[in-house]
């Protein structure tokens, strides 16, 4: 099982676990775990340009309440040292040897938007290294649509340097009431945690994601039927950065696939609906009953 229920409780939070790191494959890792231990570990995986602190204290926090969390910077990105490689073959091979690394041959792997990317390759790669996968706010390699994307995320940071806002507020919500303050309420999450906050993204990190992320949208479709593990796929009905429809084309490809669409809601949709989202996380790891259906969801108003 997943859970381990004889592991004592961890009464560490997202904004108070410190920051760890291990070498491996010639790469000094950070990441940061906490959670009961002992049974499959969740091992997260990040978006473009996020660090450690760009993870919503809610979705960790909530998940680590029955599950063993790991949250890590790849290769090249925040405080982990070396070059972010630019296509998603390596950042695969790169995660996978960090998983190695710290002793484990079993996970479950939950990847938002490029770490979604990134997460299909690990279980194409390591068929046997995956038990299940969440893949948020993303879609197949080969999806199309990559060139509409890039120009929907130019105007976004255009935007936001007009408004002085962090692009995500015009990327992952919708500009309705609801959706403005779900975005205020998710920054303010991103801001609990005050002490041992990750390295900022570099500039290098930046453009080999933005390159990696180009090259899998114009890439040859994966046989995404080579991976048999149940895959949980999740994201809003409106995603402006990766279409919601690829999400949907996703869980068709994948054998044994679930799949949520949260309504009034963007790329960020998983963040929008943390307190749906996490529920289902847990009843599609096992170890929860399932109380957030899938085609219902609604927004509760307070997202704090």
């Known amino acids: 099982m997943a859970t381990n ?10 904004t108070t676990v410190p920051t760890k790191s291990v070498l491996a494959g010639g790469v000094n890792f950070a990441y ?12 997260f995986l990040h978006h473009f340009a996020a660090v450690l602190d760009d993870w919503d204290p809610r979705i960790i926090d909530g998940i680590a309440a029955h599950h063993h969390v790991i949250t890590f910077d790849n290769r090249g990105v925040g405080a982990t040292d070396s070059k972010v ?11 996978a040897t960090f998983i190695r690394a710290l002793g484990h041959d079993s996970v479950d792997l939950l990847g938002f938007s490029l770490g979604g990317g990134v997460a299909q390759m690990v279980a ?14 993303t879609g197949p390699r080969g999806g199309g649509g990559i060139d509409h994307m890039r120009r929907i995320v130019g105007r976004a940071y ?9 692009a995500r507020h015009f990327l992952f919500f919708p500009r309705t009431t609801e959706g403005k303050r779900s975005a205020d309420a998710y920054f303010a999450r991103l801001a609990e945690r005050a002490i041992d906050r990750d390295t900022r993204i570099s500039m290098q990190a930046r453009l080999a994601q ?15 039927s080579q991976i048999t593990a ?7 009905d409106n995603d402006l950065m990766v279409a919601s429809e690829h999400s949907a084309d996703l869980a068709r490809r994948l054998p044994n696939s679930q799949l949520t669409i949260y309504p009034s809601s963007g790329h960020g949709g ?27 969801a609604t927004n509760t108003g307070d997202q704090s």
Do not use: C
Not at 5 to 14: F, I, K, N, V, Y
Not at 32 to 43: A, D, F, N, S
Not at 210 to 221: C, D, E, R, T
Not at 271 to 295: M, N
């Open 85 to 95: 490689p630019a296509n998603l073959e390596q950042m695969g091979r790169d995660a």
């Open 5 to 14: 229920h004889g592991a004592p409780a961890d009464t560490r939070t997202w």
């Open 32 to 43: 940061r775990e906490l959670g009961p231990t002992g049974g499959v570990p969740v091992v």
């Open 124 to 137: 194409l790669q390591n068929p046997t290294l995956v038990r299940r996968m969440v893949l948020a706010g």
């Open 210 to 224: 933005l390159k990696a992320i180009m090259g899998g949208g114009k890439a040859a479709p994966d046989d995404l």
């Open 230 to 236: 149940p895959v949980f796929v999740a994201n809003g």
């Open 158 to 166: 255009l935007k936001a340097a007009l408004a002085r806002k962090d």
């Open 270 to 296: 998983i963040f929008q609906y943390h307190r749906e989202f996490v529920p289902e996380v847990h009843a599609f790891l096992g170890d929860e009953p399932h109380t957030a259906a899938a085609s219902s």
